[in-house]
């Protein structure tokens, strides 16, 4: 839990940051060698927005870099109650990660399943195991290649958050995305 309120507290400081950003910016519309500059204000797929040069000209990062930086920054991915089929939000950080790693083929990292404590040790096991294969299938389909990837199942055995709450039992049911 805590670790994830430090990756929420992390991506909240970068979108105010990048507000402060682009409020620091020119309202000119021409750049200081004189030509037309634009920029261009858009909401990415997780709801924030953020302001970036239409170029990649002086280092700023375009909007798509933006998208894919926040996307690898999620390393969690949940599940419903009994489910191993991940969540359709999910499928565009996914594909990022997927790009990510056919793009950096000696990059390596270890999917980690995991289940609420409902069930019995071997099911949720078997649970984790299934959940973890669901996202290494969909990045192989979009690039990334096998031996890049190591499939772990902990079943109930490492919760990430004790008790026996829905909000507890939600936060359990999850595949973790670890880098190695």
Known sequence: MAKQSKQIFKVGLMVISLFALGACSSTSDMDEDG??????????????????????DGGQL??????AQNALRQTVFY????VAEFQAEDRDTLTYHA???AANPGKR?????HADERGTREYNLALGERRANAIL??????????SQIEVVSYGEERPAQSGQSEQ???RN???EVIGR
Not at 62 to 67: A, G, L, M, N, P
Not at 79 to 82: L, Y
């Open 35 to 56: 030509s037309e500059g634009s920029t261009v204000s858009s909401s990415d797929s997780s709801g924030s927005s953020a302001t970036t040069s239409a170029s990649s």
């Open 62 to 67: 375009t909007q798509e870099e933006i998208r």
């Open 79 to 82: 599940f419903d109650f009994d």
């Open 99 to 101: 790009r990510d790693l």
């Open 109 to 113: 990292f270890r999917l980690e399943g």
């Open 137 to 146: 299938n969909y990045l192989i389909v979009n690039g990334a290649s096998r």
């Open 168 to 170: 507890s039992y939600n």
């Open 173 to 175: 049911r999850r595949v």
